[in-house]
């Protein structure tokens, strides 16, 4: 299974965009990059997937580098709701079903 | 739309009994796949389930088993509880396929005193 890392914390000021990194070195070439948040005594949230292309939606942007080995998720503009523990996965294809493969997550921290 | 419903919310056991938890996933969704989450190993994957079917499962030890009904709710149960399954546990549900997002619910508190 691909492993995936990601720093530990990191922080924003509110209104800036965030980038959040993640390695997925191990990735192979049907597996897809998902990524979640989590807030206190609460399961993980959606927050966006892709596979090759670059992806946007109403939340963030998911850019995913040209050999896939990592990821960016994009925040365009931090609000305080943002804060939580983002992770990045990978769910892979083949027989792996239904298996999201999770790393440690990063801390998002938000100042006003 | 309702989201994915886990019962109970929280839950207190001594070492030895059994538990069994249980997750309603959001309609039309037929796979359901459980996982546990812990300070120190993080989300770690149990098993998953798609259409009545066990097609998937981590690296847990047999006494975690699950099962899905033909209306696609699940049921986890594990036996002989040990302290080391405190945990809080997670379902989430999607159409199936890597390509699908899955959605969670927020999860059962397990205790083991």
Known sequence: DAKTTQPNSMESNEEEPVHLPCNHSTISGTDYIHWYRQLPSQGPEYVIHGLTSNVNNRMASLAIAEDRKSSTLILHRATLRDAAVYYCSVNAGGTSYGKLTFGQGTILTVHP | ?113
């Open chain 2, 1 to 113: 739309k309702a989201g994915v419903t886990q019962t109970p919310r929280y839950l207190i056991k001594t070492r030895g009994q059994q538990v069994t938890l249980s997750c309603s996933p959001i309609s039309g969704h037929r796979s359901v796949s459980w996982y546990q989450q812990t300070p120190g190993q993080g989300l770690q994957f149990l098993f998953e389930y798609f259409s009545e079917t066990q097609r998937n499962k981590g690296n847990f030890p047999g006494r975690f088993s699950g099962r899905q009904f033909s209306n696609s709710r699940s049921e986890m149960n594990v036996s002989t509880l040990e302290l080391g399954d405190s945990a809080l546990y997670l379902c989430a549900s999607s159409q199936g396929g890597a390509s699908q997002p899955q959605h969670f619910g927020d999860g059962t508190r397990l205790s083991i005193l």
